[in-house]
């Protein structure tokens, strides 16, 4: 049996919980709400080591969308959205990681990045590949917003650069 880091109870939560759900419209904002809560999952399964996503989408569903947790309330997320982003990201791991690495510098491996920033770009780059539903301006948008939330240095700059790239390469056609 392998022991888990103990995140606090509320999880990783921004510095403004609000400012990472905000968007252009309140329709959208389960989308927003659903990415943001695939960050924290997504930064939850790698500081704890683990593969599977379906323990943590599970505890989400369950204990944190749409739920009050230390007097913080977190919005309601579009369950479908937030599902795919965790399970898809997990996947695919590999292959995302790759095409991240391929936008940074020799430098600046993925690896350097803090946890938060490449679960940020994990979610943005899945969705810019495998959700054509999604424009890929929104994606890119939607993910620079939740790294400002995080963030009030350069990441939300590099989060927008990396994912800008890739949207370029990925789906040159819509951007």
């Not at 683990?50 to 569903?61: G, K, Q, S, T, W």
């Not at 539903?133 to 990441?155: L, M, W």
Request: hydrophobic share 40%; charged share 30%; aromatic share 6%.
């Amino acid at each position: 049996m392998t022991t888990q880091k103990e995140l606090p109870p509320h999880g990783l939560r921004p510095r403004d919980s609000e400012s990472a759900a905000r968007g252009p419209r309140a329709g959208n904002r389960r989308r927003s709400v659903a990415r943001l809560a695939a960050v924290q999952a997504l930064y939850q399964l790698e500081v704890n080591g683990e593969a599977d996503p379906e323990p943590v989408v599970r505890e989400f569903a369950r204990h944190r969308l749409g739920r009050e947790i230390d007097g913080d309330r977190y919005g309601e997320a579009d369950p479908a959205l937030f599902s795919d982003l965790v399970r898809g990201v997990a996947g695919d791991l590999g292959c995302l990681d790759t095409m991240i690495a391929e936008t940074l510098i020799e430098e600046w491996p993925l690896r350097r990045f803090d946890a938060v920033l490449r679960a940020i770009l994990r979610a943005g780059a899945y969705e810019l590949a495998h959700r054509p539903d999604v424009p890929p301006r929104v994606v890119i948008n939607e993910y620079t917003t939740i790294a400002h939330a995080f963030f009030s240095g350069k990441e939300p700059g590099l989060a927008n650069g990396v994912l800008d790239k890739l949207g370029r390469t990925l789906r040159s056609s819509e951007m």
